[in-house]
């Protein structure tokens, strides 16, 4: 069973994910560059999960997760050079890095059950 934080952790980035979605197609932004972006949030929910549960880890997850951290990380720079384009003050540029953040704790959990599956 699941602990309440998992639960709580795993509704933060759905909604993280979702809202990033309909703001990226609100903004006319991309649609293929929002799937991929709420794809690799998805992915972290899953990492979650396999943390948790003991699930499997194995190579497809691992490429998963690493094609995950390589899109979130694109759209953190993004998000930063937007931030500092639109001049936000310090509430707005707190909030793009806890936004960026937010996802770190779902990759280490993903990573932890990579290696802990392979024995490390």
Do not use: E
């Not at 500092?84 to 806890?98: D, E, F, N, S, T």
């Amino acid at each position: 069973m699941m602990p309440w934080a998992a639960w709580a952790y795993v509704v933060l980035l759905a909604l993280v994910g979702l809202s990033g979605f309909a703001l990226m197609l609100r903004a006319g932004q991309s649609k293929p560059l929002a799937l991929a972006r709420l794809a690799a949030m998805g992915v972290l929910v899953w990492a979650v999960f396999v943390y948790v549960r003991d699930g499997d880890a194995g190579l497809g997850f691992a490429a998963a997760l690493f094609a995950a951290v390589v899109v979130l990380s694109h759209k953190s720079v993004a998000d930063a050079q937007d931030a500092r384009r639109m001049q936000l003050g310090a509430p707005g540029r707190v909030g793009v890095a806890i936004n960026g953040l937010v996802a770190l704790p779902a990759v280490a959990l993903g990573t932890l059950a990579i290696w802990s599956r392979h024995g490390a």
